[in-house]
């Protein structure tokens, strides 16, 4: 039983760093990509982030590129997203997605994943 778990949410001012951990289980080797995803009150889940298993390559949205970096520790089964510079409209519900793939994965359409997170609140004020 596939089960990804989000921690390191919290309240952060403006400028501030985070970094979120999503801790992946039921997976029986390191073949999956992860991707962080957001969501906003009254609005829809936007893709953030993903990393692929096959090399480890990544993808930003333009929105965050620059200011996030995502990692991964295969020994650890955990992936991470570094936030820094953060921003009000960085306040989001955050959640971690998996998808089996040997395949380099750059999407981070919320459609193509299969396994999710229960999400981690981040809230950017002052």
């Known amino acids: 039983q596939v089960q990804l778990v989000e921690s390191g949410g919290g309240l952060v001012q403006p400028g501030g760093s985070l970094r979120l951990s999503c801790a992946a289980s039921?997976?029986?080797?390191?073949?999956?990509?992860i991707g962080w995803f957001r969501q906003a009150p009254g609005k829809e889940r936007e893709g953030v982030s993903c990393?692929?298993?096959?090399?480890?390559?990544?993808y930003y949205a333009n929105s965050v590129k620059g200011r996030f970096t995502i990692s991964r520790d295969n020994a650890k089964n955990t992936v991470y997203l570094q936030m820094n510079s953060l921003k009000p409209e960085d306040t989001a519900v955050y959640y971690c997605?998996?998808?089996?793939?040997?395949?380099?994965?750059?999407?981070?359409?919320?459609?193509?994943?299969?396994?999710w997170g229960q999400g981690t609140q981040v809230t950017v004020s002052s």
């Open positions: 997605a998996a998808k089996q793939s040997l395949v380099v994965v750059t999407t981070i359409d919320p459609a193509f994943y299969d396994y």
């Open positions: 039921g997976f029986t080797k390191n073949d999956y990509a």
């Open positions: 990393i692929s298993s096959s090399d480890g390559r990544t």
